[in-house]
T-cell receptor, first 112, second 115 residues
């Protein structure tokens, strides 16, 4: 079945740093989505991308839909402590209602 | 607008029992999807319902089933529970207007523990 490779698996951030993560796939997706999940809660939608090459921002977050339709990245600028959590990318094939293929997640933690 | 509501939040069952989980979508959303989240497998798609019909199904055994009511609320049922069914079960809804993809909005899940 389809798989998404999300990297890095984990990273440590210091307040004020920029953060970057990405997802790649062997399949062509119609939609790319980025979610954040905090402990004990469900994933919260951050950004949705619908067109190849699309670059979309949501506050300090910026995500892009890769031109090949097989990849996407998420950048977080000037990170703050509340950015910690697990970030998931998800891809959706055309016509596959409700069926998102998720990456394994990138865990953001604060540098000790 | 209220978000996706799932009940109960926590559930403990023993092997062989069956369980029913409930989901109320965002008002106006007619598509409801269910996912299983485990540390090993991550988030995996179970099934999707729209207008009381199952439109899409993931690769799970027949012990996992669901239904949707006329008010778009949905339930999922797991029969003959196994230890490996312990997971966070997430429900998501979308507006799915005009047949185009629309993003899924998730609830906070039901944490099922099978002993």
């Amino acid at each position: 079945g389809q798989q998404l490779n999300q990297s890095p698996q984990s990273m440590f951030i210091q307040e004020g740093e920029d953060v970057s993560m990405n997802c790649t796939s062997s399949s062509i997706f119609n939609t790319w989505l980025w979610y954040k999940q905090d402990p004990g809660e469900g994933p919260v939608l951050l950004i949705a991308l619908y067109k190849a090459g699309e670059l979309t921002s949501n506050g300090r977050l910026t995500a892009q839909f890769g031109i090949t339709r097989k990849d996407s990245f998420l950048n977080i600028s000037a990170s703050i402590p509340s950015d910690v959590g697990i970030y998931f990318c998800a891809g959706q094939l055309r016509g596959s209602q409700g069926n998102l293929i998720f990456g394994k997640g990138t865990k953001l933690s604060v540098k000790p | 607008k209220a978000g996706v509501t799932q009940t109960p939040r926590y559930l403990i069952k023993t092997r062989g029992q069956q369980v029913t989980l409930s989901c109320s979508p965002i008002s106006g959303h007619r598509s409801v999807s269910w996912y299983q989240q485990t540390p090993g497998q991550g988030l995996q798609f179970l099934f999707e319902y729209f207008s009381e019909t199952q439109r899409n199904k993931g690769n799970f055994p027949g012990r996992f089933s669901g239904r949707q009511f006329s008010n778009s609320r949905s339930e999922m049922n797991v029969s003959t529970l196994e230890l490996g069914d312990s997971a966070l079960y997430l429900c998501a809804s979308s507006s799915n207007r005009g047949g185009s993809n629309s993003p899924l909005h998730f609830g906070n899940g039901t944490r099922l523990t099978v002993t």
